[in-house]
């Protein structure tokens, strides 16, 4: 049997980072997408015969049709898409701006919508596949000054729920995590003062690692009978 291929945007760090590992040490072949941390793509490639890096503006439609199709011409298939990349930003409601907007719009969700519509066509033609989109708590929950942010995960997992009814009939699995606070780049701003207290509103009083999600990835690309899920993993952060 052939071994399974994976794409995985926003591969160089952190969650991204920490799912390619995994996916690379259980025998899949990993095309780790990136677009600005070429050093640590490139660091990353280097630890695994099994990881082929790719650079590619993900928020961009031609970016990531040759991103696909330099997949399916060195691999002839795709088997698992996990839709990781993404960017936050902190910012009043009333101050954001239109540039605001789309930078994070665009990063977040169309890169979702774009990189899946790619990526479907081999799948569906196939009848099988695995799509896990990373999203986020304050997708469920919202989050004060992150209106954006809170927007394009909730849109991202809209879109889970549709396609996983959409793709379902064509064996496909489609679902999202919604990670918490987990010790990232994305998080390197708060103070020691800042983990603390967030610590003592998680149940399990400690943040996350990037492993946690990598561990609930693993599990959703070996499962064949969960689709349409939203899967937090955050210590029970949003239990109210």
């Not at 990670?179 to 998080?187: V, Y």
């Not at 959703?220 to 937090?232: F, R, S």
Request: hydrophobic share 40%; net charge negative.
């Amino acid at each position: 049997m052939s071994k399974k291929i994976a794409i995985v945007t926003g591969a160089s760090r952190g969650i991204g980072r920490a799912i390619a590992k995994m996916l690379a040490e259980n025998n899949y072949i990993v095309i780790a997408n990136y677009f600005r941390s070429e050093e640590e793509a490139t660091d990353l490639q280097n630890k695994f015969d099994n990881i082929d890096i790719f650079k590619a503006d993900v928020s961009k439609r031609e970016d990531v049709k040759k991103l696909v199709e330099y997949t399916l011409n060195k691999y002839k298939k795709i088997d698992i898409l996990v839709n990781n990349a993404g960017i936050d930003q902190e910012k009043l409601f009333q101050e954001i701006t239109d540039e605001d907007w789309n930078s994070v719009i665009n990063t977040n969700l169309f890169s979702v919508f774009c990189t899946t519509q790619e990526v479907v066509k081999n799948m569906i033609h196939n009848k099988n596949g695995c799509i896990i989109n990373m999203s986020s708590i304050w997708g469920l929950v919202g989050a004060s000054c992150e209106s954006i942010y809170s927007i394009s995960k909730a849109g991202i997992d809209a879109m889970t729920k549709s396609l996983a009814k959409e793709l379902g009939p064509s064996n496909i699995r489609v679902n999202s995590i919604a990670p918490g606070f987990i010790d990232t780049d994305m998080n390197k701003e708060y103070s020691k003062d800042d983990i603390n207290n967030i610590k003592q509103d998680i149940p399990l009083q400690k943040i996350g690692q990037p492993e946690d999600i990598a561990k609930c990835v693993k599990w959703l690309v070996e499962d064949e009978y969960t689709t349409g899920q939203v899967i937090a993993i955050d210590g029970g952060w949003q239990i109210h």
